[in-house]
């Protein structure tokens, strides 16, 4: 009875040998990227290479049920598998040693493979997973030493039955009646430098690990750069017309505030960029290779744009949606700079993370249209996580195929010859904005009192404009929605019907018409492969 108790205290223990190891792993790993290498952090590497290789669905699946809080879900997922791997690893050295360190190392190789294969690693980016798998070596061979010391020790002690374990060294049985103070004293140096050793590692472990992470995700000078940046002011600037602006609450103001403005990308970290080493490459199909620096970019004069952005995930009624001022540059200019050869029909688009976009170069070199390099988001330099120094902006085209963030190359090329992040992945290579309407108040499915009560939300055909806004009650007649003044046919415009509200549940359909004439597709359209369709209908309950 004693001796099975014993015998799972110390699978106990050797778990949490196991667990203080792989802290030290991850701990002395995250300190070395702080010093060598940012982006060298195994946790933030292998999660970057899951992302990279899950497949559709399953990212859909992700994004449906933890929403923007998918990634901290996958942090939390490789988090967990790190507890359990390490948890066996430290069983498995206490049982089968070297088996724990065996799996320490695979660990370690795994992850300093996921780290060297990312896009624009430092040529210094092995050295923190192979010193932290270095040191957590060490700390499960010593913790298990110390471990087998006091098992073998404690067995011993115990008047034991069974016979012991093929691995642990042969010891003499003592007989009862001469207790063997020296088998004790055995027992107690071993337990009390495990729990020394444990201690002492477990916890410099979190420490330097989180204090790490934390200095390396905090204190960017990036940030203070950009923060201190100032830029030229613009030549010309957005004229928002009377009546652009309609005041009703629960409506979406007309440029989003860039702290609510939706994010998605593929980058689990922020790429920071010093804007001072900032290059932009064009090349490829070019009569030259061109280089640009931040400051050639601003040298080339800025302008302001109003253009609405939208993600080919924002369902019908998404939040996936938002609109701002940008400065930037046409990119028809840049393009011109370095000549584009009259066989190509593609821009590929890079980010420093290794993000591709493929825009047509049609829409690149558009007289008509407003395709920008972006420098500043409604009023100050571009947000971190909205692609400092420079991203891409082009009205009508989802942001996946167009809106390129922290880019860095321009590669002119051909669909036939070249293939975008998400191209392989279920999207298309060319994906337009289907124009849409949505409802922003009442808010779906809050109930509201009985009376005049406006209906109101956003409407965006960017490139073409909203000609007609329309809304049906109950499957009524559709009543014309009034509008806002539109900026321009780039940036949504909202709109809203006075609703005479009676008791009762409520079906809102609301539908769009652009200036072409078209009306919004009726039919339901997921959002792979190339963006959702349908008319948004609300149930709103009356009290
Ligand atoms: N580097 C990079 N740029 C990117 C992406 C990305 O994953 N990586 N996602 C694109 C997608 S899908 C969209 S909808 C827009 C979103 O831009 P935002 O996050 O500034 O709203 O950025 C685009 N640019
Ligand atoms: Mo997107």
């Known amino acids: 009875m004693a001796e099975r108790r014993t015998g799972k205290r110390f699978f106990f223990w050797a778990a949490v040998a196991g667990l203080v190891s792989g802290a030290v792993f991850l701990a002395v790993a995250e300190l070395f990227a702080l010093l060598l290498a940012r982006t060298a952090s195994p946790i933030l590497a292998v999660g970057g290479f899951v992302i990279d290789i899950v497949p559709q669905p399953f990212k859909e699946f992700a994004i449906a049920t933890f929403g923007e809080y998918d990634k901290i879900a996958l942090l939390a997922g490789l988090g967990l598998a790190v507890v359990i791997a390490s948890a066996i690893g430290g069983i498995l050295q206490l049982m089968r040693p070297p088996l724990g360190v065996v799996v320490l190392v695979i660990a370690g190789a795994l992850s300093t493979a996921a780290i060297v294969t990312r896009a624009g690693v430092s040529p210094l980016a092995f050295v923190p997973p192979v010193l932290g798998t270095v040191a957590g070596a060490v700390i499960l061979v010593l913790l298990a030493r110390r471990l087998q010391r006091w098992r073998t020790a404690a067995t011993a002690s115990v008047p034991a039955k069974s016979t012991p374990e093929p691995t642990t060294p042969p010891i003499t049985k003592p007989s009862p009646t001469d207790m063997p103070k020296k088998t004790v004293a055995d027992a107690q140096m071993g337990r009390r430098g495990f729990f020394a050793l444990t201690a002492i590692a477990g916890v410099s472990a979190v420490v330097v690990g989180v204090a790490s992470r934390v200095v390396s995700m905090t204190v960017s000078s990036v940030e203070s750069i950009r923060k201190a940046l100032t830029l030229p002011s613009p030549r010309s600037t957005v004229t928002v017309p009377d009546g652009a602006e309609l005041d009703v609450p629960g409506l979406s103001p007309l440029y989003t505030p860039n702290k609510d403005f939706y994010r998605v ?28 620096s931040f400051q050639d970019i601003l040298d080339m004069g800025l302008d302001e744009y109003s253009i609405t952005l939208t993600c080919v995930s924002n369902e019908v009624g998404g939040e996936l949606v938002g609109s701002a001022k940008w400065l930037g540059v046409p990119i028809r200019d840049v393009l011109k700079k370095a000549g584009v050869k009259s066989d190509a029909d593609m821009v590929l688009s890079r980010s420093v993370d290794g993000y591709t976009a493929s825009t047509p170069l049609s829409s690149l070199t558009d007289e008509n249209l407003d395709a920008i390099l972006a420098v500043a988001m409604n009023g100050e330099p571009l947000p971190l996580e909205h692609g400092f120094p420079v991203r891409m902006v082009v009205p009508g085209l989802y942001g996946y195929v167009s809106a390129t963030k922290w880019l860095t190359e321009l590669k002119v090329t051909t669909f036939d010859q070249d293939e975008a992040y998400w191209t392989p992945r279920g999207y298309s290579a060319e994906a337009p904005i289907k124009f849409s309407s949505r409802v922003d108040t009442p808010k779906l499915g809050s109930a509201i009192e009985a009376g005049r009560t406006p209906i109101a939300g956003v409407a965006w055909a960017q490139s073409v404009g909203i000609e007609r806004v329309e809304v049906s009650i109950d499957d009524g007649e559709w009543m014309p929605a009034t509008l806002s003044t539109p900026v321009n046919d780039d940036t949504w415009v909202q709109w809203f019907v006075d609703w005479d509200a009676t008791p009762g549940t409520h079906y809102v359909a609301v539908r769009a018409v652009n200036k072409n004439g078209d009306l919004q597709i009726e039919e339901r359209a997921p959002i792979a492969p190339d963006g959702s369709s349908g008319w948004q209908r609300s149930l709103i309950r009356v009290n």
Do not use: F, K, Y
Request: net charge negative; no cysteine; proline share 7%.
């Open 265 to 292: 990308d593929t980058a689990l970290t922020v790429p920071t960029i010093d804007p001072d080493t900032w290059r932009l490459v064009i090349d490829g199909m070019v009569d030259q290779r061109v280089e640009m």
